[in-house]
C-alpha cells in the first residue's frame, strides 16, 4: 500500500548518528513527524513575525520615531502580515491537523502519505522564495528587497510601474508554492476524514476537531485556488506585459480586491476553524462534562463554512460599492456572527456545571473564548458601513482582527500545544511555567493591542511609519510597544519550557489528561503505525466506554 | 458505515481545487468583455477550426471510456488502442489550438499584451491548453507503463481516477467554449 512502514529491524532513534537520524526526517512520510514538522517550522517563523512586529512598535513606540527608514517599514508589516497568515497560521494548523487527524479517526496514517511529504517540502520552499526576496530580489533597480506592497497586495501598486525589481514576484511566487502545499494537504485531510475513519466512527461520533479540519479542508479547497487564480493573473501581467490590473490600459484594481477577499474573507476562517477545533476538545475534557451540544456545534461549522464564502467584500466598503452590494455583504458578516455566537454558548454551557481544572490548555481555552468574543464584537461594529467608512484602515482594524488571529487563533494553537505536548513527545511541559507564560502572554496582548482600539478612534492610521507629536497618539502607542515587550519575554519563558521539558519534563504516560478520544488510546508518543491494533469505536467518546463499562456512552447515544 | 474510496475523494478533491482556479479566470474573462478600447476584437475569433478541434477533445472522452471499460474487461491490448486514440484526439487539440493562436498573432496581431482581450483570451485557454497538456502527459505515463506490461487489469480503478481528470478538462473546454467563443464573441 505505502512505504512508510519501517522495516522492524531499524534501530531505534537514540543509537543512530546525527546524520541518519536527520535523513530519517527529510524522507519520512509518517503523518506524525510531517505534523511536528511543520508545527516547528511554523513556530519558527512566529519568532520571526514576531522579531518584525517588535521593530515596527520600536518605532512606533515614541512620536516621529527614527528607528527605521520608511521603505524598510513598509517590508516589515508586508512581512509580518504574510508570515503570519502563511507561514504561521497555515503550517501549524494544518500540521497540528495532520498530526492529530488520522489519530483520532482511528487512522493509521494519512490517505495519501507521500502527497503529504510533498505539501511540506513545497510549503518549505515557499517560505524560503518569500525570505529569499531579502537577498535575491533586488533585480538592477537599486529598489526594494523584501515586498512592500502590503500583505493584500492591493493592485495597482503592484504593477511592474510601481513595484519595480523582483520582491513582488518573489511574493507571488513564495505564497502560490506554499498555497500549493496548502491544497496538498487539505485534500489529504480530508480525504482521511471521509475514508479513513475506523469501524464505528460514523461522522457524528468524529471528535469536533474532525468536522471542523473538514470543514477548513473544504475552504481551503475552494479559496486558496482563488488566490492561486488572481497571483497567476498578477505574474502574467509582470512577466508578459498583460493587464488585468494594469488600471493604464482598461484593467481594474478592483478586480483583485474582490479576488483577493473572496480568498481572504475564507482564510480566516480557515486561520480560526481548527482553533475552535482545538478548544472543542480542551474544554469538555478539563471541565469533565461531555460537550455541549454536539450536534449544534457541527451544524454552526458547517453554516459558517457556508457563509464564509459571502462575506468577502466588506473588506471593501470604503472603496464606493454600490448601496445594495454594502447591504448584502453587511447583513451576511452579520448573519455569520449568529453560528459563531452559538458555538460560544455551547463552549460556555459545557463549563457550566463542571469540575473545572485550570492547567494550562484550559486557561488558554478560556481566555481564547473571552479574547474571541471581544475581538467578534469589534467584528460585528465593523460590519456596520458607516462605522468602516470612519474607520477603515485605521489601528482599530488592527486592533480587531489582532483579538480575532492572536486572542484567538494563536491562543488556540496554545491552547491545543499545551494539551497534546505529552502525546506527541511522552514528556509533560512545566505547568509553572506554562502559567507563567499564559498570565504574561495575556497581559502583553492585552497591553499591546487593546490601546490600538483607542489609537485607531483617534484617527491613527494603520500602516504609517511615523505619527507627528501632539495628536494625542503618544500614550496609546507606548503602551501597545510596552505590552511588546511582556508578551516577548513570555515566548522566551514559552521557548525554556519546551527546551527543558523535552530534557526532564515528568513522564506523560499514555493518558495524562484523563481525556475521552482515541489519540489517548496509544503510547506516548504513538509508534510509526499508530494502533497497534485500528480500534472499533461505539461512540463519540470511546475512552469513556472503556473507563466506565457500567455506563457507556453509546447507551445514551440516540440513534437517527 | 458511510466510507468512500479514497482515490476518488482525493480526485474529487482535485478537480474541485482546479474548477475554482478555472472560475477565477473565466469570471475575469466575462467582467472584461467588450472593455478593450482598442485593437482587435473578439470578432476576429473564427469558428471553424475551434468547432472541429471540440470534436476531438469531446471524442476522446468517449475513447478514454472505451479504454478503461477494456482495461476493466482484462482485454489489455485493446485498452491501449483506446488510450493511444485517445492521446492522438488530445494532440490534435493542442496543435489545432496552436494552429488557432498562430493565426490570430500573426494576422490579427492579437497578443497577449496587445489588449485586454488578448489579456483574457490567451491567458484562459492558455490555461486549458495547459490542463490538457497534463492530461496527455498523465495519459502518456499510463500508455507506456502499459506497453512495457507493468498495468493489469487489478489497476483499473487507478486508471479510472486519470479518465475522471481527462473528462474533467473536458468539461472544462464546453464552459471555456461557452464563454469564449458564444458569450464573449
Redesign the interface.
Known amino acids: 500500500m505505502t512505504l512508510s512502514h519501517s522495516h522492524p529491524t531499524t534501530p531505534a532513534e537514540g543509537t543512530q548518528t546525527l546524520g541518519a537520524r536527520l535523513h530519517g526526517w527529510a524522507v519520512t512520510v509518517d503523518h506524525k513527524r510531517l505534523g511536528i514538522l511543520y508545527v516547528c517550522f511554523g513556530l519558527f517563523f512566529f519568532v520571526v513575525a514576531g522579531i518584525e512586529a517588535a521593530i515596527m512598535r520600536a518605532q512606533l513606540a515614541q512620536a516621529a520615531g527614527k528607528v527605521v527608514d520608511p521603505a524598510t517599514f513598509n517590508q516589515l508589516f508586508t512581512m509580518h502580515g504574510t508570515t503570519m497568515v502563511f507561514l504561521v497560521g497555515m503550517p501549524i494548523l494544518l500540521g497540528m491537523g495532520n498530526y492529530l487527524i488520522p489519530l483520532m479517526v482511528g487512522a493509521r496514517d494519512m ?2 502519505p507521500r502527497l503529504n511529504a510533498f505539501g511540506l517540502w513545497l510549503f518549505v520552499f515557499g517560505a524560503g522564495l518569500l525570505y529569499y526576496s531579502y537577498v535575491g530580489a533586488q533585480g538592477l533597480y537599486g529598489d526594494s528587497a523584501a515586498p512592500d506592497v502590503g500583505w493584500f497586495a492591493y493592485a495597482p501598486l503592484t504593477n511592474k510601474t510601481f513595484s519595480r525589481g523582483n520582491s513582488t514576484d518573489y511574493w507571488i511566487l513564495g505564497i502560490m508554492v506554499s498555497g500549493f502545499g496548502s ?1 496538498t494537504t ?3 485531510l ?3 476524514i ?4 475506523c ?5 457524528m461520533r468524529m471528535p469536533l476537531m474532525g468536522w471542523m479540519m473538514l470543514v477548513v ?1 473544504v475552504l481551503v ?6 488566490l ?3 497571483q ?2 498578477l505574474l ?1 501581467d509582470r512577466s ?5 490590473f494594469d488600471t493604464q ?4 484594481s478592483i ?1 483583485w480586491q474582490h ?1 483577493f477577499w473572496f480568498f481572504g474573507h475564507p482564510e480566516v476562517y480557515i486561520l480560526i476553524l481548527p482553533a475552535f477545533g482545538f478548544i472543542s476538545e480542551v474544554i469538555p475534557v478539563f471541565s469533565r462534562k461531555v460537550i455541549f451540544g454536539y450536534p449544534l456545534m457541527v451544524a454552526a461549522t458547517v453554516s459558517i463554512g457556508f457563509i464564509s464564502l459571502g462575506v468577502w467584500a466588506h473588506h471593501m466598503f470604503a472603496i464606493g460599492m454600490p448601496p445594495a452590494l454594502n447591504a448584502f455583504f453587511a447583513a451576511s458578516t452579520f448573519l455569520i456572527a449568529v453560528p459563531t455566537g452559538i458555538k460560544i454558548f455551547n463552549w460556555i454551557g459545557t463549563m457550566v456545571g463542571g469540575r473545572i481544572i485550570f492547567a494550562t490548555p484550559m486557561l488558554f481555552a478560556t481566555a481564547f473564548v473571552a479574547m474571541f468574543i471581544f475581538g467578534g464584537l469589534t467584528g460585528v461594529m465593523l460590519a456596520v458601513v458607516p462605522f468602516t467608512w470612519q474607520l477603515s484602515d485605521s489601528y482599530f482594524v488592527v486592533g480587531h482582527f489582532h483579538y480575532v488571529l492572536f486572542g484567538g487563533t494563536v491562543f488556540g494553537i496554545f491552547s491545543g500545544f499545551f494539551y497534546w505536548f505529552p502525546k506527541a513527545t511522552g514528556r509533560m511541559l512545566s505547568e509553572r511555567l506554562g502559567k507563567w507564560f499564559f498570565w504574561l502572554l495575556f497581559a502583553g496582548f492585552n497591553l499591546t493591542f487593546f490601546p490600538m482600539h483607542i489609537s485607531g478612534i483617534l484617527g491613527m492610521p494603520r500602516r504609517i511609519y511615523m505619527y507627528q507629536p501632539d495628536r494625542g497618539l503618544e500614550l496609546w502607542n507606548m503602551l501597545s510597544s510596552i505590552g511588546v515587550i511582556i508578551q516577548a519575554i513570555a515566548i522566551v519563558i514559552f521557548i525554556w519550557n519546551v527546551v527543558v521539558s523535552l530534557r526532564k519534563g515528568r513522564a506523560a504516560g499514555d493518558d495524562p489528561w484523563n481525556a475521552w478520544t482515541l489519540e489517548w488510546s496509544t503510547k506516548s508518543p504513538p509508534p510509526e503505525w499508530n494502533f497497534d491494533q485500528v480500534p472499533t469505536v461505539g461512540s463519540a467518546r470511546p475512552l469513556w466506554d472503556a473507563k466506565n463499562p457500567s455506563d457507556p456512552d453509546s447507551h445514551h447515544e440516540r440513534t437517527a | 458505515m458511510w466510507r468512500p474510496s479514497r482515490g476518488k475523494v482525493g480526485m474529487i478533491c482535485l478537480i474541485a481545487a482546479e474548477s475554482c482556479i478555472f472560475l477565477t479566470f473565466v469570471v475575469a474573462y466575462l467582467f472584461y468583455i467588450g472593455k478593450s478600447a482598442t485593437g482587435p476584437q473578439p470578432a476576429v475569433l473564427g469558428l471553424g477550426l475551434v468547432i472541429v478541434n471540440s470534436i476531438a477533445l469531446f471524442s476522446s472522452s468517449f475513447t478514454v471510456v472505451a479504454a478503461v471499460r477494456a482495461l476493466q474487461r482484462g482485454q489489455q491490448s485493446v485498452c491501449w488502442r483506446w488510450l493511444a486514440a485517445t492521446i492522438c484526439l488530445g494532440a490534435f487539440f493542442v496543435c489545432g489550438t496552436g494552429f488557432e493562436w498562430n493565426g490570430l498573432m500573426h494576422e490579427h496581431t492579437l497578443y497577449p499584451s496587445t489588449n485586454l482581450f488578448g489579456t483574457t483570451f490567451y491567458s484562459l485557454v492558455g490555461l486549458h491548453l495547459f490542463h490538457v497538456i497534463v492530461g496527455l502527459m498523465l495519459l502518456s505515463t499510463v500508455l507506456v507503463l502499459g506497453l512495457t506490461g507493468c498495468v493489469k487489469s487489478r489497476h483499473a480503478h487507478a486508471f479510472d481516477l486519470v479518465s475522471w481528470y481527462w473528462h474533467f478538462v473536458d468539461a472544462v473546454w464546453v464552459v471555456v467554449f461557452v464563454t469564449v467563443y458564444v458569450i464573449g464573441r
Open positions: 490517505a495519501f491544497i487539505a485534500i489529504n480530508l480525504t482521511t471521509l475514508a479513513m475513519r469501524p464505528g466512527m460514523t461522522l479542508s479547497i475552494i479559496a486558496i485556488p482563488v492561486t487564480g488572481a497567476i493573473m502574467l508578459l506585459g498583460m493587464h488585468f490600459n482598461g484593467g481594474s478586480l479576488l
